[in-house]
């Protein structure tokens, strides 16, 4: 396999194959051909990182939104995904449903009600999803989530960082998933909060190992990591449960509630009529987006002085 990537870039007509090919780490392989579906906002870029330990190759996905002026060329927060082929359009999702969150990320860049962003969506490795998302072992299966999260610091985050315009610091990374890929998300950013300043979690599996994240925020997190938790009426009584239980712990740890987004260090909903499907998940995405990276608040405007009766 090539250590020099051709980069499929979809929404463009055209391929930067050895362009791109000039500045790429060791590690990264040939990119696949797919393609962002007809229509399909944004650029998609596609590449093929290769294994490191357990942790098996597979596809990544990085998409940037159509911006003009300024926040064309500002640095970028980056949104990192699991479970990729759900992410984002209907035509590479393994159930046939995508998140669809590009769409939802570009429309609120051009409303200014979102930080420019970059989505960078990462595949799961099929049968290995559950080795790849849990933090510790539990009944006999499991227990890799470490070494997956040493696979996206090692390689994933310094090619994102090294190739595209991205935000320095925690404040501009953050990690999300659905599900297992919501454990992932959680544990890894409580383990790693100089890196990740954020993390999403869609109806996460937080019954995993007996509530093992409790231990994760007793264990990890020495500073401040942002946290959205959420679950659906129509899911199982234990996941709602679970859930409910970690944004309660949370909370007693300090992570604080508030409904505006740049003062909240926690968010938790329970969302009436949800179900633990893309279509759901992907229904509320554009509130997790503006929780994780809402634009700078607006300074008030200072009212001119009045003139001194005389």
Known sequence: MSTQPETAVAGKGR????????????????????????GEPGHLEVHWFAGRGPIPGRRVRIWRPNLNGPSAAAPHAVLYLQDGQNALDDASATTGRGLRLHRTAQRLCQQGKLQPLLLVAIDHSGPGRTFDYTPVPWQGRGGGGLAYAEFLLAKVL???????????????HA??????????????ALRFPSVFGHA???SPSAFWANDHLRHCVQSHARQPVRLWLDAGSR???????????LAAHLA???????????????????????????????????????????????????????????
């Open 252 to 310: 007693a740890c300090g992570w604080q509630k508030h409904r505006t987004a740049h003062r909240a260090t926690l968010r938790h909903s329970l969302v009436r009529g949800g179900r633990h499907d893309e279509a759901s998940w992907g229904a509320r995405g554009g509130r997790l987006l503006q929780f994780l990276f809402p634009p700078p608040p607006k300074r008030p405007r200072r009212q001119p002085k009045q003139p001194e009766a005389p």
């Open 158 to 172: 310094p090619f994102v960082a090294a190739h595209y315009p991205v935000a320095k610091g925690p404040a501009g």
């Open 175 to 188: 990690l999300a998933g659905c599900s297992l890929g919501g454990l992932l998300a959680l544990a890894t």
């Open 235 to 245: 899911e199982g009584r234990e996941l709602q449960r679970s859930v409910g239980d």
């Open 200 to 202: 999403a979690a869609w």
């Open 15 to 38: 391929k930067r194959g050895r362009r791109a090919a000039s500045a790429t780490q060791p590690g990264i392989g040939s990119a696949g051909t797919g393609s962002h579906a007809e």
